[in-house]
């Protein structure tokens, strides 16, 4: 992927991604309305706010794609700014945000994310979040159900494996997609990092769906976009390959678990997922680890 691009980048008639090369913000404007997909965290709301007044938006819609920090953080923000946007997410959603131990974490990883931003010259003069955010008062979506923007059309697509109301949008009118983290995290130059973090084969399932939609665009919450027939494929087939090998990994590793966790936690933590705090990532390769294992359930021997 080319780094350092200049926001916002205008993909195709009607898709415009707002953000950094760290959080993408996908506008998607039809002739009668627009929505904005993805959240991102409190340190891009501001830098997406003024982009959005650059291009003289004002959102109709604030999709949520999950209710993960990196993905919900910015929601305050965006609602404050845009009183009159309808927010949606997925079914599950509110009920894995209203779990007694999200809010802390939600809170602490905007903090060290801030941070991290910051050090990359990416500074923002919003304060951290002091509480978390809510979906209070927000149209939870179901499979299939659609909202027409004038010429252009949201559908809204379950996407099971990665996180509680994981939520991926289609346009089919031009064959955008945007997958929310269900492919797992680019690393550019690297690859996919797997995160199957609620099963491994709904991952793989909603890896092959979403292939089978035959997409001319892929879009990426982090770090990239894909567009047309064979970079398409290829970020379908690297992502499927990243999660079998690192699955086969684990199941073929007869040490003791902590032991394969911190080889994993080891190899992990560089480059661009030094964005999250060490004991995030050390809590996704043991959901790596815990799935891989649950996974194998039901296999005949």
């Known amino acids: 992927m080319e780094r350092n691009r200049q926001y916002p980048l205008r993909l195709a008639e009607g898709l415009t991604v707002l953000g950094h090369d760290y959080f993408h913000h996908y506008l998607i404007e039809g002739t009668d309305r627009s929505a904005l997909v993805e959240a991102g965290v409190s340190a891009t709301a501001d830098l997406v706010i003024g982009q959005l007044s650059s291009l003289g938006v004002r959102p109709d819609f604030l999709v949520v794609s999950h209710p993960h920090a990196d993905h919900i953080n910015g929601l305050p923000a965006l609602r404050e700014a ?97 997958v929310s983290d269900s492919l797992g995290y680019l690393l550019p130059g690297q690859g996919f990092f797997p995160i199957y973090f609620t099963g491994y084969a709904d991952y793989m399932k909603t890896i092959d769906r979403f292939e089978a939609l035959r997409p001319r665009f892929i879009g990426l919450p982090h770090q990239g976009t894909f567009s047309g027939a064979e970079e398409v494929s290829r970020a379908f087939a690297e992502a499927r390959r990243a999660a079998r090998e690192i699955r086969e990994r684990i199941l073929g590793d007869s040490r003791p678990d902590e032991e394969i966790l911190r080889d994993l936690y080891t190899a992990s933590y560089r480059d661009e997922l030094t964005l999250y705090p060490e004991e995030n990532i050390i809590g996704c390769c043991r959901l790596l680890l815990r799935r891989s294992r649950e996974s194998t359930k039901g296999e005949s021997s």
């Open 82 to 178: 845009f009183p009159g946007a309808t927010v949606i997410a997925g079914e599950g959603a509110p009920e894995f945000l209203a779990h007694p131990r999200t809010g802390a974490s939600l809170v602490a990883d905007d903090r060290f994310i801030t941070r991290f931003l910051a050090g990359k010259g990416l500074r923002t003069d919003r304060p951290t979040l002091a509480e978390p955010p809510s979906l209070e008062g927000c149209r939870v979506v179901s499979e299939g159900e659609s909202i027409d923007l004038g010429g252009r059309t949201l559908v809204f697509l379950d996407a099971p494996g990665h996180s509680p109301g994981n939520l991926a949008v289609h346009v089919p009118e031009t064959g955008v997609l945007l």
